[in-house]
């Protein structure tokens, strides 16, 4: 049972520097999401997706792009990495939008990122 | 202002007893609640989604409680073991999106 796959597990980038944290589901969601956590704070929503061909923004975008080509995938993408954007980073995904009666959302293994 | 507010920060017990963690909520429009359960470097993992009309829900060992009236909702473990170590998440959604608490972090101790 594979759920959502996040690459890589670690990364370490030097200022400046761009990269692509990639997602993947196998449970034919439509709804995908992107968030990063930080110490002491709830985990804060980046971007989502409703659909192939669908993003918007969440709570803290800047510095983030992302696409939905398939249903499947959901890569963030760090344009020129900063210190601030040093956090962990889930991918989440679900059947429907979070706020549909009983929808389970489920959670990738996260990515660890240093920014230096 | 985070929307969603957990107490305590973090709890230690004892293998065996029982505890409760607390999430205080004013998201609105109300649509669930979920809390979730994350060991230290893996991803959240689902332990129960609660909707408006729902007073309690139970995951074995785990019992949710929701005051939509108050938005208040607490997490019950009974007969905690070591490996209920771990912080647990208040989430709560309106529409389209999920409001995180920062979490309790358990400590079981043998």
């Known amino acids: 049972n594979a759920g959502v796959t996040q690459t890589p597990k670690f990364q370490v980038l030097k200022t400046g520097q761009s990269m692509t944290l990639q997602c993947a589901q196998d449970?034919?969601?439509?709804?995908m999401s992107w968030y990063r956590q930080d110490p002491g704070m709830g985990l804060r929503l980046i971007h989502y997706?409703?659909?192939?061909?669908?993003?918007d923004q969440g709570e803290v975008p800047n510095g983030y792009n992302v696409s939905r080509s398939t249903t499947e995938d959901f890569p963030l993408r760090l344009l020129s990495a900063a210190p601030s954007q040093t956090s962990v980073y889930f991918c989440a995904s679900s059947y429907s939008t979070p706020g549909a009666m009983n929808t389970e959302a489920f959670f990738g293994q996260g990515t660890r990122l240093t920014v230096v | 202002k985070n929307q969603v507010e957990q107490s305590p920060q973090s709890l230690i017990i004892l293998e065996g007893k029982n505890c409760t963690l607390q999430?205080?909520?004013?998201?609105?429009?109300?649509?669930?609640l979920r809390w979730y359960k994350q060991d230290t470097g893996r991803g959240p993992v689902s332990l129960t989604i609660?909707?408006?009309?729902?007073n309690t829900k139970s995951n074995g060992r785990y019992t949710a409680t929701l005051d939509a009236d108050t938005k208040q909702s607490s997490l019950h473990i009974t007969a905690s073991q070591l490996s209920d170590s771990a912080s647990y998440i208040c989430v709560v959604s309106g529409n389209n999106d999920m409001r995180f608490g920062a979490g309790t972090r358990l400590t079981v101790k043998p």
């Open positions: 609660m909707t408006f009309s729902e």
């Open positions: 997706s409703v659909g192939a061909g669908i993003t």
């Open positions: 999430c205080n909520y004013t998201v609105s429009p109300f649509s669930n």
């Open positions: 449970m034919n969601h439509e709804y």
